[in-house]
């Protein structure tokens, strides 16, 4: 089965994730939007589609995406997979907000991996904002590499 990781990335924590789950799977190959905005997924078996959360929402290139090619998705065996720091329901809820409804409902596999929050990679107000709002002074890794490994457990 071909398989390809398709994911918006805003300070890579995302990619660092799909590469990971690439490494699990195996074969797997990755699609950067960012790169590659309009990637044909067409030859691929299955498709997983992933994307950081900031301030509660994924970037629009990759809503766009998810909108724009919902009905030839919903024929392929199905992934879904976000990077934020929330945890427990919260991130259940994120995922479920961030995708369309029927992509949802379609995949086999969805689960959050947790995130970065990398100073280095963030403009001034970025920084201000994560501060003030999560009270964070310095650069936080909380990559859930066991939440990755059982998302492609599930996924095979």
């Not at 299955?46 to 301030?55: E, H, K, L, N, T």
């Not at 919902?70 to 919260?90: Q, T, V």
């Not at 029927?102 to 403009?123: Q, V």
Request: with cysteine; glycine share 8%; hydrophobic share 40%.
């Amino acid at each position: 089965m071909s398989t390809v990781i398709i994911y918006s990335t805003r300070h890579g924590a995302t990619r660092k994730c799909a590469e990971l789950l690439k490494f699990k799977l195996f074969g797997a190959v990755l699609a950067d939007l960012k790169e590659n905005p309009e990637f044909d997924f067409s030859g691929y078996d299955a498709v997983i589609i992933g994307g950081s959360v900031q301030a509660g929402s994924v970037k629009r290139n990759l809503k766009k995406f998810c909108e724009k090619n919902k009905k030839e998705l919903l024929k392929k065996k199905l992934g879904l997979f976000i990077c934020c720091m929330y945890e427990g329901r919260e991130a259940e809820e994120q995922i479920k907000k961030n995708f369309p409804g029927e992509l949802f409902e379609r995949a086999c596999a969805k689960d959050y991996f947790g995130g970065i929050f990398d100073f280095n990679k963030m403009n001034f107000l970025e920084r201000f904002i994560i501060k003030q709002a999560v009270k964070v002074k310095e650069s936080v890794y909380k990559i859930k590499e066991e939440r990755i490994t059982s998302f492609a457990e599930k996924f095979k």
